[in-house]
C-alpha cells in the first residue's frame, strides 16, 4: 500500500510568513507524528497526534508552531511568523497505534530567507 | 530531556569489510530501533528491538538491544556500495512511550 506522503517536497518562504505543511499517513494509522530535522542531526519530536488530539505536543519549540489532525487521517503543521532558524526539514511519520513502529514520510525542506 | 550518544560520527570502509556503529544513553529505553536515511529521503526502518538482550538479523545487518537498556550495536556485513548512507539509532524512552528519541546519525561512506 502507500506509504506516508507529504506535501509540498520543497517550500521557501520570506521571514515572517505563514506557512502550512501537509501529512497524509498510511490508511488506517491512528497515530501520526511530526519531527524536525536539522543539517547533520537526527529528527527531532514535534507533535504526536492519537486520532484527532494531540498527545503530546511537549516538542513544539514556541507558539508560533500548530498542528491539527481534524479528522483523524492528514494533519497540518502551521508555522506562523517564520524565522530563518525553522528552515529544516519537517518529517512526517505514522503509526497503526502509539509506540508501534513509525514509517516516516519523505520529509517537507522549508527555507526561510 | 533524553539523549543518544551515536558514533562514529562517520566512517570510511573498504567494499566487503564489516561495520559496527553503537549508540548509548544515560537512561533506560523500551525499545531500540535503527533506521537509514538516504539524500532527500526519510528514515527506512532497518532493524526493531524490543527486549533486552534481544539480537535481531535482517539479511547482512545485525543488531543488539543491550542487556542495561541502555545502550545498542548494529553491524553490517561484508559492505557494498548502495550501503552508502546515513544510518540513525532511536528508541522510546521509558518515561515517554510514544515518541522516538534520535541519535545524531553515522555517514557511511564505502570505498570501492
Known amino acids: 500500500g502507500a506509504g506516508v506522503s507529504q506535501t509540498p517536497s520543497n517550500k521557501v518562504t520570506e521571514k515572517g510568513k505563514y506557512v502550512e505543511l501537509r501529512c497524509d499517513p498510511i490508511?488506517?494509522?491512528?497515530?501520526l507524528y511530526w519531527y524536525r530535522q536539522s543539517l547533520g542531526q537526527g529528527p527531532e519530536f514535534l507533535i504526536y497526534?492519537?486520532?484527532?488530539?494531540?498527545?503530546?505536543d511537549s516538542g513544539l519549540p514556541n507558539d508560533r508552531f500548530f498542528a491539527v489532525r481534524p479528522e483523524g487521517s492528514v494533519s497540518t503543521l502551521k508555522i506562523q511568523r517564520t524565522e530563518r532558524g525553522d528552515s529544516a526539514v519537517y518529517l512526517c511519520?505514522?503509526?497503526?497505534?502509539?509506540?508501534?513502529?513509525?514509517?516516516f514520510g519523505p520529509g517537507t525542506r522549508l527555507t526561510v530567507l | 530531556g533524553q539523549q543518544l550518544n551515536q558514533s562514529p560520527q562517520s566512517m570510511f570502509i573498504q567494499e566487503g569489510e564489516d561495520v559496527s556503529m553503537n549508540c548509548t544513553s544515560s537512561?533506560?529505553?523500551?525499545?531500540w530501533l535503527w533506521y537509514k536515511q538516504d539524500p532527500g529521503e526519510g528514515p527506512v526502518l532497518l532493524i526493531a528491538?524490543?527486549?533486552?538482550?534481544e539480537l535481531t538479523s535482517n539479511g547482512r545487518l545485525t543488531a543488539q538491544f543491550g542487556i542495561t537498556r541502555k545502550d545498542s550495536f548494529l553491524n553490517i556485513s561484508a559492505s557494498i556500495p548502495s550501503d552508502v548512507g546515513i544510518y540513525f539509532c532511536?528508541?522510546?524512552?521509558?518515561?515517554?512511550?510514544?515518541?522516538?528519541?534520535f541519535g545524531a546519525g553515522t555517514i557511511l561512506r564505502v570505498k570501492s
Open positions: 532511536a528508541g522510546h524512552p521509558m518515561e515517554y512511550g510514544n515518541k522516538l528519541v
Open positions: 528491538l524490543y527486549k533486552a538482550g
Open positions: 511519520a505514522s503509526s497503526r497505534q502509539g509506540g508501534d513502529t513509525q514509517y
Open positions: 490508511s488506517g494509522h491512528t497515530a
Open positions: 497526534f492519537q486520532g484527532t488530539g494531540a498527545a503530546d
Open positions: 537512561s533506560i529505553f523500551n525499545t
